[in-house]
C-alpha cells in the first residue's frame, strides 16, 4: 500500500533526546522529508535527506536512513518545550511531484 | 521574501453554501499543492498544479469540489455545496521544481467550519 508510518505519541523529558521514526513505502523515492507543525499553523520544512545518504545532521537535528528497511528516524537532541509539535515525515517517488506525508507523530516535551 | 499566504484564516459557512479559499504561492514557484487536514489527522492530498501542465485531481473527494491557478500563481479552491464533513484545515503549499528537492512550503491553513 502507500502508507507511510509514523507512532502517534513521543514523550520526552526536557533535556533528553527525542527519536522519532517512520516507515515509507517507496524505494524509488529519491528525498525523504521531514516537517514540523505547530499548534494552528502549517507545515514547517526541517530537514530533508537524499536517498544516497545514511544519515544527515543539521544543529540539534540527525536523520538517520536505512533504505534496506525502508526506515528514517529523526533525532532531536537536547530537546526543548519549544520542540512539542506534530513531526510529519513524507517521500516522494521518483517521476512524480507528489508526496506521500505520514500521519504525523505528537511530541510532548516535559519540563 | 515572503512565505506562502492563505486567506481567509478561518471561514465558517452554512450547510450548502458554497465557499472560496486562497493561496498566493512563493513567488517563482511553479508547483502548488492543496491539502486538507482533519482534525487530529494527518494530511490529504487533494490537487497539485505544476506549470503549465494538466493538474493532478486524483484526491479531490467528490465533484464538488475543483481549483483553478490563474497565470501559474495565485489558486483558488472552492467548495461547492459545503457539507459538515467539509469542516477542516485547508493547506496550501508551493515548491520550486528547479533544484530537484521539490521541498514544499506551506501557508498557515484556512481553517473551514461549516455550520
Known amino acids: 500500500g502507500e502508507d507511510v508510518e509514523q507512532s502517534l505519541f513521543l514523550s520526552v523529558r526536557e533535556g533528553d533526546s527525542s527519536v522519532i521514526n517512520c516507515t515509507y513505502t517507496?524505494?524509488?523515492?529519491?528525498?525523504l522529508y521531514w516537517y514540523k507543525q505547530e499548534p494552528g499553523a502549517g507545515l514547517q520544512l526541517l530537514t530533508y535527506?537524499?536517498?544516497?545518504?545514511d544519515m544527515k545532521q543539521d544543529q540539534r537535528l540527525t536523520v538517520l536512513l536505512n533504505k534496506k528497511d525502508k526506515h528514517l528516524s529523526l533525532r532531536i537532541a537536547d530537546t526543548q518545550t519549544g520542540d512539542s509539535a506534530i513531526y510529519f515525515c513524507a517521500e516522494r517517488p521518483s517521476g512524480t511531484y507528489k508526496y506521500i506525508f505520514g500521519t504525523g507523530t505528537r511530541l510532548k516535551v516535559l519540563a | 521574501g515572503a512565505g506562502v499566504s492563505q486567506s481567509p484564516s478561518n471561514k465558517v459557512t452554512e450547510k450548502g453554501k458554497d465557499v472560496e479559499l486562497r493561496c498566493d504561492p512563493i513567488s517563482g514557484h511553479t508547483a502548488l499543492y492543496w491539502y486538507r487536514q482533519s482534525l487530529g489527522q494527518g494530511l490529504e492530498f487533494l490537487i497539485y498544479?505544476?506549470?503549465?501542465?494538466?493538474?493532478?485531481k486524483s484526491g479531490l473527494p467528490s465533484d464538488r469540489f475543483s481549483a483553478e491557478r490563474t497565470g501559474g500563481s495565485v489558486s483558488t479552491l472552492t467548495i461547492q455545496r459545503t457539507q459538515q464533513e467539509d469542516s477542516a484545515v485547508y493547506l496550501c503549499?508551493?515548491?520550486?521544481?528547479?533544484?530537484?528537492?521539490?521541498?514544499?512550503?506551506f501557508g498557515p491553513g484556512t481553517r473551514l467550519t461549516v455550520t
Open positions: 498544479f505544476q506549470g503549465n501542465s494538466a493538474p493532478d
Open positions: 503549499a508551493s515548491s520550486y521544481t528547479g533544484t530537484g528537492r521539490y521541498e514544499q512550503y
Open positions: 517507496d524505494s524509488s523515492s529519491t528525498y
Open positions: 535527506i537524499f536517498s544516497n545518504m
